[in-house]
């Protein structure tokens, strides 16, 4: 069985600048726009928002 686009991987990069991403997947009919996660920056020391790069 074929992997369809449906759910592509996409990086999740942090908005405290540090360089720090996340691999995951999404659903594109579900989250048309880009995706926005709270998680933790192991160089920030604390949860921040990491959002989806392009």
Same mark, same amino acid.
């Given at each position: 069985?074929?992997?369809? %686009?449906?759910? +592509? !991987? !996409? *990086?999740? *990069?942090?908005?405290?600048? &540090? /360089?720090? &991403?996340?691999? %995951?997947?999404?659903?594109? =009919?579900? @989250? +048309? @726009? =880009?995706? !926005?996660? *709270?998680?933790?920056? +192991?160089?920030? /020391?604390?949860?921040?928002?990491? =959002?989806?790069?392009?």
């Amino acid at each position: 069985m074929a992997r369809t %686009t449906q759910r +592509p !991987v !996409v *990086r999740l *990069r942090s908005t405290a600048k &540090t /360089g720090t &991403t996340y691999l %995951t997947r999404k659903n594109r =009919r579900n @989250d +048309p @726009d =880009r995706l !926005v996660l *709270r998680k933790y920056d +192991p160089k920030a /020391g604390r949860h921040v928002e990491f =959002r989806e790069d392009r």
